[in-house]
T-cell receptor, first 120, second 114 residues
Framework: AQTVTQSQPEMSVQEAETVTLSCTYDTSESDYYLFWYKQPPSRQMILVIRQEAYKQQNATENRFSVNFQKAAKSFSLKISDSQLGDAAMYFCAYRSGLEGSGAGSYQLTFGKGTKLSVIP | DVKVTQSSRYLVKRTGEKVFLECVQDMDHENMFWYRQDPGLGLRLIYFSYDVKMKEKGDIPEGYSVSREKKERFSLILESASTNQTSMYLC?????????????FGNGTRLTVT
């Protein structure tokens, strides 16, 4: 079974600064997908960014980017120019990419989350 | 925009009651999921469904059951609520076609069992 580890339960960053949230995962598969979700106080889980394991290029979405190190099984999230609205719980998630492995492969396995605070 | 609606934002029930948590999505998604979120434990999958009347157990199905009579609706049932089922419950849906498609979540139901 795959596991996802977020080693930082809480982090803080000054407004306008850059912060990196860590995520590592354990899998024996070579094809898979990784996601970062944000959960603000409103509780709505929002997709921040996604990465396909077969792609070497790191995904970016505006101020959000990832550092995907497949050999190290690491998938960190970098937030640049942090804003007050970035304060939230951030969850790293893994999905198997095995074709034909059944509907269960569509599920996401989540880490325990990192609570990010943004200091004005 | 995809909308996933959970019928209750907050719910308080007594031990032993039968509890229904309802979830409706408006995007004709095949897959629907129920997760439980607890502090320090992240999200854990309870049950999921990949089609009408189809269901599979997730990682922590004990004490729960589900129902999917219509494609848009996925219900989580606590047959006899217990205090250790006090938690945040999140429903999600997603399309089946591509693996990189994200899940879309509802706003969650915070259930307290007294």
């Amino acid at each position: 079974a795959q596991t996802v580890t977020q080693s930082q339960p809480e982090m803080s960053v000054q407004e306008a600064e850059t912060v990196t949230l860590s995520c590592t995962y354990d899998t024996s598969e070579s094809d898979y997908y990784l996601f970062w979700y944000k959960q603000p106080p409103s509780r709505q889980m929002i997709l921040v960014i996604r990465q396909e394991a077969y792609k070497q290029q790191n995904a970016t979405e505006n101020r959000f980017s990832v550092n995907f190190q497949k050999a190290a099984k690491s998938f960190s999230l970098k937030i640049s120019d942090s804003q007050l609205g970035d304060a939230a719980m951030y969850f790293c998630a893994y999905r198997s990419g095995l074709e034909g492995s059944g509907a269960g492969s569509y599920q996401l396995t989540f880490g325990k989350g990192t609570k990010l605070s943004v200091i004005p | 925009d995809v909308k996933v609606t959970q019928s209750s934002r907050y719910l308080v029930k007594r031990t032993g009651e039968k509890v229904f948590l309802e979830c409706v999505q408006d995007m004709d998604h095949e897959n629907m999921f129920w997760y439980r979120q607890d502090p320090g434990l992240g999200l854990r999958l309870i049950y999921f469904s990949y089609d009408v009347k189809m269901k599979e157990k997730g990682d922590i199905p004990e004490g729960y059951s589900v129902s999917r009579e219509k494609k848009e609706r996925f219900s989580l049932i606590l047959e006899s609520a217990s205090t250790n089922q006090t938690s945040m419950y999140l429903c999600a849906s997603g399309i089946q076609v591509t693996y990189n498609s994200p899940l879309h979540f509802g706003n969650g139901t915070r259930l307290t069992v007294t």
